[in-house]
């Protein structure tokens, strides 16, 4: 399942190829007709994030300067689920999109982002090629100059703005929106004896966090992830919030998720893969880039099991908590 800082990025690549523009709007594979009726010919004014919610406003085509909370904004309300995703393709003078983002799951630390592909010509409109749609399309979105599908999301409905609130009141705070608060997630953990591990895989609790993320802060905190919520002191929790604001938002601004610090990354290795032979100053400064670290330096724990710590060599650990697999160092985390 895609975490936060894809949805995020979602966020951001709908309002580049969109914002302002009016919409066709249909549901090639029919089980979204009455929805796509409702939003075709209207205007996209808004495209937010909110965890792994996305949100996209629309008023009617003929509001003049339209603001995102008028009482006559819709929203279509989507969750990719674990199978969801949204294709793009654009016309050849179209900005550079997301290709594809959500299931089938990309390998870790896989770019999001490519330059679209050349469209695979059938429908024509004025001046570019519309590809037809491939497998099941819940939602297509035709705009100038690009289209966007999606298929297999868990959730894709037509919401009004009371109902985006109320979607909105039962999600946690999200660390890579500017509304996100701090107090509510520390004073939430600590009011629970369920194990922070637990917490934080719960969207209640923090919007946007997934395996990955929190299994990665955790280890940065040095926090157990088995320890309950109200025995981690505050400060600790403090702290993992910061430290997830600074991932998430990098993420979301690179497209992959990179946890290690560089002086923590098997530079032995590193060297022997890049064919560039790098200098170690060169690729401390491009840490972050997209592709700057490979997949197997990009973690801590995740996925790391019965490796050696990086930074104790302990032999990491991993358990299922909360359905998923939780990797964690016995021994860095206590
Ligand atoms: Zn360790």
Same mark, same amino acid.
């Given at each position: 399942?895609?975490?936060?800082?894809? !949805?995020?990025?979602?966020?951001? +690549?709908?309002? +580049?190829?969109?914002?302002? =523009?009016?919409?066709?709007?249909?549901?090639?594979?029919?089980?979204?007709? #009455?929805?796509?009726?409702?939003? #075709?010919?209207?205007?996209? /004014?808004?495209?937010?994030?909110?965890?792994? =919610?996305?949100?996209?406003?629309? &008023?009617?085509?003929?509001?003049?300067?339209?603001?995102?909370?008028?009482?006559?904004?819709?929203?279509?309300?989507?969750?990719?689920?674990?199978?969801?995703?949204? +294709?793009?393709?654009?016309?050849? #003078?179209?900005?550079?999109?997301?290709?594809?983002?959500?299931?089938?799951?990309?390998?870790?630390?896989?770019?999001?982002? $490519?330059?679209?592909?050349?469209?695979?010509?059938? &429908?024509?409109?004025?001046?570019?090629?519309?590809?037809?749609?491939?497998?099941?399309?819940?939602?297509?979105?035709?705009?100038?100059?690009?289209?966007?599908?999606?298929?297999?999301? +868990?959730?894709?409905?037509?919401?009004?703005?009371?109902?985006?609130?109320?979607?909105?009141?039962?999600?946690?705070?999200?660390?890579?929106?500017?509304?996100?608060?701090?107090?509510?997630?520390?004073?939430?953990?600590?009011?629970?004896?369920?194990?922070?591990?637990?917490?934080?895989?719960?969207?209640?609790? /923090?919007?946007? &966090?997934?395996?990955?993320?929190?299994?990665?802060?955790?280890?940065?905190?040095?926090?157990?992830?088995?320890?309950?919520?109200?025995? !981690?002191?505050?400060?600790?929790?403090?702290?993992?919030?910061?430290?997830?604001?600074?991932?998430?938002?990098?993420?979301?601004?690179?497209?992959?998720?990179?946890?290690?610090?560089?002086? #923590?990354?098997?530079?032995?290795?590193?060297?022997?893969?890049?064919?560039?032979?790098?200098?170690?100053?060169?690729? =401390?400064?491009?840490?972050?880039?997209?592709?700057?670290?490979?997949?197997?330096?990009?973690?801590? $724990?995740?996925?790391?099991?019965?490796?050696?710590?990086? !930074?104790?060599?302990?032999?990491?650990?991993?358990?299922?908590?909360?359905?998923?697999?939780?990797?964690?160092?016995?021994?860095?985390?206590?």
């Amino acid at each position: 399942m895609p975490e936060g800082h894809t !949805v995020h990025r979602l966020a951001r +690549t709908f309002d +580049t190829l969109y914002a302002g =523009q009016v919409l066709r709007v249909s549901s090639p594979q029919g089980r979204f007709a #009455d929805g796509a009726g409702v939003l #075709d010919g209207r205007r996209l /004014v808004a495209s937010e994030a909110w965890g792994k =919610q996305l949100f996209l406003g629309f &008023v009617p085509a003929g509001v003049p300067d339209p603001r995102p909370t008028a009482s006559d904004t819709v929203w279509l309300r989507t969750h990719l689920g674990l199978y969801g995703a949204w +294709t793009f393709a654009g016309a050849p #003078d179209a900005p550079e999109v997301a290709h594809a983002i959500g299931a089938p799951r990309r390998r870790i630390g896989e770019r999001d982002s $490519v330059p679209p592909s050349a469209p695979s010509s059938s &429908v024509t409109s004025d001046t570019w090629d519309v590809p037809e749609p491939r497998g099941q399309v819940r939602v297509r979105l035709l705009g100038e100059h690009a289209v966007a599908d999606l298929t297999g999301p +868990t959730a894709c409905e037509v919401i009004t703005a009371d109902e985006k609130q109320a979607v909105e009141a039962r999600l946690g705070p999200d660390p890579i929106r500017d509304d996100g608060d701090p107090e509510a997630f520390v004073a939430r953990v600590g009011r629970s004896r369920v194990t922070i591990g637990q917490q934080l895989m719960d969207q209640a609790v /923090v919007a946007g &966090v997934g395996n990955i993320y929190r299994a990665e802060a955790l280890f940065r905190a040095g926090v157990d992830p088995l320890r309950p919520g109200r025995d !981690v002191p505050a400060s600790s929790v403090r702290a993992i919030w910061d430290d997830l604001v600074v991932l998430m938002r990098d993420g979301a601004d690179h497209g992959a998720i990179v946890t290690t610090r560089p002086e #923590d990354r098997d530079a032995g290795r590193a060297d022997a893969e890049g064919a560039h032979a790098t200098p170690a100053r060169t690729r =401390q400064n491009t840490d972050g880039a997209p592709g700057a670290v490979p997949s197997d330096q990009a973690f801590y $724990v995740y996925h790391r099991d019965g490796l050696p710590c990086r !930074v104790c060599g302990s032999p990491v650990l991993v358990k299922e908590l909360a359905g998923r697999n939780l990797f964690w160092c016995g021994t860095c985390q206590t």
